[in-house]
T-cell receptor, first 116, second 111 residues
């Protein structure tokens, strides 16, 4: 375990379902991220939260809705997804943004999402 | 926009060999570079982090180098083992605090 925990590990959902992915870290980090990893493509940044405020939304469709209730938890709410949204969704955290460039990222194990 | 390229895309070596994985990036204005390992269907495990002011970092059998001016980094793995089989990802952090990833090198170490 890296210290960043993601649940569930696997999720199969229909296009009309609503589900949520959860990410939790107790590393004392205050920046959290959602990434999408599709086959044969580089990891794509989806959302960035710093001190519980969303600081970046990387042109992600509105069917993905993030929520960061506190600095330890991050959610990704999913609704009316498409089959092409099937991917590995990774959560990451790090100490701060801006001046804290000396610190690396810690990733969770990911949620493998399949949309049918 | 920063582009990160990793060559080769896949590599197979017999156990015990030393090997080098390559990473190149188009914009040399980076803050740091991080090498990750990813096992099939799993998340990313951080291996080494090199700050822009550093030339290399070492951890056990792994050594990563950084030549920021030429936009290159290498990951050297000594005395490879079957347990080293995984995909290795390179990522660079730019001034806007965005992390850009390459597509990875899939390594297979044959017993």
């Amino acid at each position: 375990e890296t210290g960043v925990t993601q649940t569930p590990r696997h999720l199969v959902m229909g296009m009309t379902n609503k589900k949520s992915l959860k990410c939790e870290q107790h590393l004392g980090h205050n920046a959290m991220y959602w990434y999408k990893q599709s086959a044969k493509k580089p990891l794509e940044l989806m959302f960035v939260y710093s001190l519980e405020e969303r600081v970046e939304n990387n042109s992600v469709p509105s069917r993905f809705s993030p929520e960061c209730p506190n600095s330890s938890h991050l959610f990704l709410h999913l609704h009316t997804l498409q089959p092409e949204d099937s991917a590995l969704y990774l959560c990451a955290s790090r100490t701060g943004t801006g001046g804290y460039t000396n610190y690396g990222y810690t990733f969770g194990s990911g949620t493998r999402l399949t949309v049918v | 926009k920063q582009e990160v390229t990793q060559i080769p895309a896949a590599l197979s070596v017999p156990e015990g060999e030393n090997l080098v994985l390559n990473c190149s990036f188009t914009d040399s204005a980076i803050y740091n570079l991080q090498w990750f390992r990813q096992d099939p269907g799993k998340g990313l495990t951080s291996l080494l982090l090199i700050q822009s002011s550093q030339r290399e970092q070492t951890s056990g059998r792994l050594n990563a180098s950084l030549d920021k001016s030429s936009g290159r980094s290498t990951l050297y793995i000594a005395a490879s083992q079957p347990g080293d089989s995984a995909t290795y990802l390179c990522a660079v952090l730019n001034g806007a605090n965005n992390l850009f990833f390459g597509t990875g090198t899939r390594l297979t170490v044959i017993p």
